[in-house]
């Protein structure tokens, strides 16, 4: 009786499980057999997934009291994204993967689809496509929304537009949303600079720039003239000196800037392809203050002090793309030597085979890259394109499947879905500490910024 009874209860749970495992998905599955939730909790998470709109992982992890793994995140959200796919019959979308041109994002915003019928239906058009006919791109959180639609053929068809409809997560979408009011803010403050300023490509040549500087702008450089420094940063000349060397360092495809103080003239060099040039006649020295002084306050950097290297950021709006200067500013023996380095986020998106004309030296790279183990260098003298060079292969490895690290020293530029870990010293986080903890963390593919001593290369290799 007892061994019947316990052979019928043991039938039942594998019965039982077989019908769960039935019941939840793979990705359910795989939490329950590592031990991470039981069965009745994932049946609990469920419902009050479907019950709240929040995330199955927000749940669990709350539920359970434990965090789960970025891998497991990163799984369930693949999942996720097939299951809306195969459920709207439509392709999904992941920022994380393809990142979203926010300024053409906000462009569409501001003048096809409004922000109010955006934040009515969950929507937001993120491209333009020039075909036959030509279309634009829609995120959707519901693709089903018979009234979304509605709204986005009557807005589309009186351009002659088409509609193409892709499938995105509830948090993906919020997480656009608030990069549309951050680029929104940034595009507010450049239409009133420019309402005040001349636009860049109007601006005259440096010689009538100069020309019309105030004849009074003083040559002195002791702190009895910071406030004379401040005005004179703010004359509109001065604003368009500034601004025709940022524009004409941009249209040239320059890395770095040098503005260098001499005994009697101001200087202007631009480092193109790993060489200094000259980038326009000497200017007079009488606008060094000002000029040094319109670059500090741009950086937010302390006009008075000019004693001490100081280190600032600028960004700038150019040709409808975010463009930050990195900005540092050193005392010399003529006053201060400010130096900017560009860090244009579009080189990043730029293939290998846009950076390697070579067919068999891209092969070979690519094979390098590709490869699970080794280490590569990647060398070259100042503004050569090293981290450019590197961005752009870690942009072919990176896919979901993929888990990037780098160490950086500064962090240049902005690559997402990967961990970007900036180097501060003074808390005893260095290259080599940090690619010990790199070790800890399941890595794929390491990037370091640097390699400058032993203790790091002895880590790295």
Avoid: W
Wanted: proline share 5%; glycine share 6%; net charge negative.
């Amino acid at each position: 009786m007892s061994s019947l009874s316990t052979s019928n209860l043991t039938a039942s749970k594998r019965n039982r499980a077989v019908a769960l495992r039935n019941y939840f998905s793979p990705f359910g599955n795989k939490l329950i057999e590592a031990g991470y939730a039981g069965p009745d909790q994932m049946k609990q998470a469920l419902v009050e997934t479907r019950k709240t709109g929040r995330p199955l992982t927000d749940v669990l992890q709350v539920m359970t009291g434990e965090p789960l793994s970025p891998d497991l995140i990163r799984q369930y959200k693949k999942h996720h994204l097939f299951e809306l796919k195969i459920l709207y019959g439509v392709d999904s979308i992941d920022p994380e993967v393809s990142p979203v041109a926010d300024l053409q994002m906000a462009e569409l915003i501001n003048s096809l689809i409004s922000f109010d019928i955006c934040r009515r239906h969950k929507i937001l058009p993120l491209s333009r496509h020039e075909g036959d006919p030509p279309s634009v791109l829609v995120a959707m959180v519901d693709p089903d929304n018979l009234a979304a639609q509605d709204d986005l053929n009557r807005i589309l068809r009186a351009r002659n537009l088409d509609l193409r409809r892709m499938v995105i997560t509830q948090e993906d979408y919020d997480s656009l949303l608030e990069q549309y009011h951050e680029i929104q803010q940034e595009l507010d403050v450049e239409k009133e600079r420019i309402s005040k300023e001349e636009a860049l490509n109007k601006m005259g040549d440096l010689t009538d720039i100069v020309g019309n500087l105030d004849a009074n702008i003083s040559e002195e450089e002791d702190e009895s003239h910071d406030a004379l420094d401040a005005n004179d940063a703010g004359q509109a000349p001065v604003i368009n000196l500034v601004n025709k060397i940022l524009a004409k360092a941009l249209q040239e495809g320059t890395s770095d800037i040098h503005v260098e103080p001499q005994e009697e003239t101001l200087g202007v060099r631009f480092r193109k392809d790993g060489v200094l040039q000259q980038a326009f006649d000497p200017l007079p020295r009488k606008v060094t203050a000002a000029v040094v002084a319109r670059f500090k306050i741009m950086a937010d950097l302390d006009i008075a002090e000019r004693r001490l290297p100081q280190d600032g950021k600028i960004r700038r709006i150019y040709q409808g793309r975010k463009v930050d200067f990195r900005v540092n500013t050193l005392p010399s023996r003529y006053g201060e030597k400010v130096c900017l380095r560009i860090l244009d986020n579009s080189a990043t998106q730029l293939g290998l085979d846009k950076r390697i004309t070579n067919q068999e030296t891209l092969d070979i790279v690519r094979d390098l890259a590709s490869r699970p183990f080794g280490l590569f260098l990647v060398t070259g003298p100042t503004g050569s394109g090293k981290s450019t060079s590197l961005y752009s292969v870690l942009a072919e490895r990176n896919n979901p499947g993929v888990n990037i690290s780098t160490a950086e020293d500064p962090i240049e530029y902005s690559l997402p879905g990967i961990t970007q870990v900036q180097v501060i010293r003074e808390k005893g986080m260095n290259f080599a500490s940090i690619l010990r903890a790199f070790m800890r963390q399941d890595p794929d593919v390491i990037l370091v910024g640097e390699t400058r001593d032993v203790e790091t290369a002895k880590t790295a290799i």
